[in-house]
């Protein structure tokens, strides 16, 4: 049963909630740090489970699964998207930010930035690690947010294992230390002074890596930073909620729900009420898909002749300068 409208977020923009996704559940620890810093807002999550992990996938893939929960998403009414992912990050900013931000004016934050910027600011040595999926260290895009800051010596290693293993919620033991081990290796030969978590699954695994890495080292989570940036859009843009009700929160998974719920809880706590599954996000939340408006008809809309395009096959959105959907809650 769908989620009843919140006829209030209908007048009211800012009550609408923040949107987070991810390809799994390592975005939860993003959705944790914004509720810990933002109280007072509604969180709306999904989990493409049955596309992820991204990680391993080809950019092009990550692209256009990422692309499409997006839509989704702003179909739905978020007033914020948040990518909780560094390999959708890698693969789609700048497209997001064009397809939404400038196009609707819905704000875009993204985890690789705010890491950056905290590392930056934190290393002594100017030596700094990454540690990322094999599609985030691939894509360098943590090379190239850095090259403001050309004086800094960046070592960059793939643990893809590190997802697995949270995804079956596994964070202790023999496997996970060993494997910690082996990825970790060259950032301690590189004697890196700062390290960066370049996947939101990475703070799961906190202690091991800290074990490893020695009190010296210090780590950057991209979650707690990234909520930060959070909170910066959210007060620049004027849409902090401001009702004295209590926020709702509701976690989406495209793939089996049974086993999202129960890492869910874990790891995010009793903010998690249930999770239910859709095959697609839109399926829960019928209200219509930003993926069926071409930028041909906003301009033919834009042109006056919105019904021509109709009549060639399109689907017109419910208003032509805006997503469909926008301005409702999904229902």
């Not at 989990?47 to 929960?69: F, K, S, W």
């Not at 094999?134 to 050309?150: H, K, L, N």
């Not at 590190?162 to 996970?176: I, Y």
Request: proline share 6%; hydrophobic share 40%; glycine share 10%.
């Amino acid at each position: 049963m769908s989620p009843a409208p919140d006829e209030n977020s209908t007048k009211n923009p800012t009550s609408a909630p923040v949107g987070i996704f991810d390809s799994g559940v390592g975005g939860l620890t993003v959705a944790r740090a914004v509720i810990d810093q933002l109280p007072n807002e509604s969180i709306l999550y999904v989990g493409d489970t049955a596309n992820g992990p991204y990680g391993p996938l080809p950019i092009a893939q990550v692209r256009a699964n990422a692309l499409g929960v997006m839509d989704e998403l702003v179909d739905s009414g978020v007033k914020l998207l948040v990518i909780a992912c560094n390999s959708a990050s890698a693969a789609v900013l700048r497209d997001a930010r064009e397809r939404y931000t400038a196009r609707y004016g819905i704000p875009v934050v993204e985890v690789i930035q705010p890491a950056v910027r905290r590392a930056v600011a934190s290393t002594r040595s100017g030596r700094v690690g990454v540690i990322g999926t094999a599609a985030t260290v691939g894509s360098r895009a943590y090379e190239d947010a850095f090259a403001a800051a050309p004086q800094l010596g960046i070592t960059s290693a793939a643990c893809p294992d590190f997802v697995r293993f949270v995804e079956a919620g596994v964070t202790a033991g023999d496997e996970v230390l060993a494997t910690a081990e082996r990825y970790l290796q060259p950032l301690q030969e590189a004697d890196v002074d700062t390290l960066i978590l370049g996947c939101t699954h990475y703070p799961l695994l906190t202690g091991v890596i800290s074990l490893v890495m020695g009190d010296g080292v210090t780590l950057v989570s991209s979650a707690e930073e990234t909520a930060k940036d959070v909170y910066r859009e959210l007060t620049t843009h004027n849409l902090l909620r401001t009702e004295d009700s209590t926020p709702s929160h509701t976690f989406l998974a495209t793939g089996r729900g049974t086993q999202f719920e129960e890492l869910a809880r874990r790891f995010l706590g009793p903010e998690v009420v249930s999770v239910q599954h859709v095959d697609h996000v839109s399926a829960q939340y019928p209200t219509g898909s930003l993926a069926r408006i071409t930028p041909e008809m906003i301009a033919a809309a834009r042109n006056g002749s919105l019904q021509s395009v109709a009549a060639d096959g399109g689907s017109p959105p419910h208003d032509a300068g805006a997503p469909a959907g926008r301005g409702s809650r999904w229902n």
